[in-house]
């Protein structure tokens, strides 16, 4: 292909009714070559009508219904697939305005890289996403006209829209174009809107990279660093927490386990969000060595944040309180789960104890992945095992506070044990 070749990429938006993605509901798979054909052709009319001229243009267009999480990513991947797709099937290096179809083939996607999730619970707003490719110069063209009108005038044709429900068995309620700055226009609104604008600040760095690192400082105290690709985020054990961000000063933060659990509930929707859209986070746990986080210019920040995050694997952070290095003389070994509402568990504290009740270690552990809210018991009911002692599990529903300044605390019939 020319070197002068470029491409725009953009998206039909479908949107359904809620009802018909519900209840984890799994999207429809990506339509076969003569469904994905025909809607494509019909894409394509609807871009003329409302672009105008377009022969001297290329046209790929995925044949499948993807969530705006698995498009807005950090280079955006799928366009540079897709524009290696078209260049791969011309029949020498000169290019030639063609219409390409990616569709499913006996069920299954040719490319995995680019295959449609299908999470359940996606939706209700899914996506069709096509690239046009061109020269250069006639891109920018394009670009210019799809900007000034597929937001205005980007409605889909009946005809679309008919083929849409046939092909995918959906009931689309909206159906209209945009481009990817119209998606993410669109993206900035609802997240604002919903109070997540440090999250969208993250995210429109991933997009549109920055050549600097940009950091994210909550009021609750979450604290995020992005560069290339890449997120750091604090971890606040619950004791850290009340000292650091609950005073007088700061009437953001809610005292006690609900300003904790709302600062745990921030987290997670933040990490969730931005792995969803294709970041890595890491977890840096909290400590004397990492205060300069909130302070020092945001490249030194990420350097220092390089340097103590926790591995990619790292289901778990750890709060050690009292270690005598004797866990073989245990005698007792408990695990007290601090739960959250809507949350489930937010930590755990074990607690182990020899035979004439000293206590031999004590730490608060902090899953940092869904699945550690298993491997976590799983591993203290091993060390149990190991050295010939039963663990004693407690589940109390809620977060255990005791001391002062407040902390973690095992179970209720344990609390003494901390004198």
């Known amino acids: 292909m020319q070197n002068r070749v470029s491409a725009i990429p953009a998206v039909l938006t479908v949107e359904v009714e809620l009802d018909s993605v519900s209840r984890g509901q799994i999207p429809p798979p990506a339509l076969d070559s003569d469904a994905g ?20 243009f290329g046209l790929v267009v995925l044949c499948g219904l993807y969530d705006t999480t698995e498009l807005l990513r950090p280079g955006l991947p799928v366009a540079d ?42 939706g209700p707003l ?28 980007g409605r889909a044709s009946v005809k679309t829209a008919n083929l849409i429900q046939q092909g995918f068995g959906v009931n689309p309620v909206n159906l ?43 009021d609750a105290g979450n ?16 004791a850290e927490w009340i000292q650091r961000f609950v005073d007088a000063d700061n009437d953001q933060a809610e005292p006690g386990p609900d300003g904790y659990g709302r600062w745990q509930r921030i987290q997670r929707q933040y990490v969730a969000g931005l792995k969803a859209h294709g970041l890595t986070v890491l977890t840096v746990p909290s400590g004397a060595e990492t205060l300069a986080l909130e302070t020092a210019d945001p490249a030194d920040a990420f350097g220092i944040a390089q340097q103590y995050a926790l591995p990619p694997e790292a289901d778990r952070t750890q709060q050690v309180v009292v270690d005598t290095g004797s866990l073989q003389q245990v005698a007792s070994l408990s695990l007290t789960e601090h739960r959250l509402p809507e949350l489930g568990p937010v930590a755990y504290t074990v607690l ?20 550690a809210v298993r491997s976590i018991p799983g591993s203290w009911r091993a060390i149990g095992e190991q050295y010939g002692t039963a663990l004693q599990e407690h589940q109390p529903g809620e977060i255990l506070v005791a001391g002062d300044p407040p902390d973690l605390a095992p179970y209720p019939e344990d609390r003494t044990l901390q004198n």
């Open 37 to 56: 054909e025909g809607l494509s052709w019909s894409i394509a009319d609807d871009l003329r009508r409302v672009t105008g001229e377009l022969e001297r």
């Open 176 to 218: 209209s174009y945009a481009t990817i700055n119209d998606l993410c226009a669109l993206m900035k609104v609802q997240l604002e809107h919903n109070g997540f604008g440090g999250l969208w600040t993250l995210l429109e760095s991933a997009l549109f990279p920055a050549n600097e690192p940009v950091r994210v400082h909550l």
């Open 126 to 153: 899914f996506l069709i996403p096509f690239i046009f490719l061109g020269d250069s110069d006639d891109i920018e063209s394009l670009a210019e006209r799809m900007e000034q009108t597929l937001l205005e005038k």
């Open 223 to 238: 604290l995020f660093l992005h560069h290339r690709g890449i997120v750091y985020t604090r971890h606040c054990g619950f």
């Open 81 to 122: 697939i897709l524009m290696e797709l078209y260049r791969q099937s011309l029949p020498d290096s000169r290019f030639q305005p063609r219409l390409m179809s990616i569709c499913a083939h006996d069920d299954d996607f040719p490319i995995p890289e680019i295959a449609p999730l299908r999470r359940p619970g996606s």
């Open 352 to 371: 182990a104890c020899d035979a004439d009740d000293r206590i031999l270690f004590m730490a608060h552990e902090y899953p940092l992945q869904p699945d």
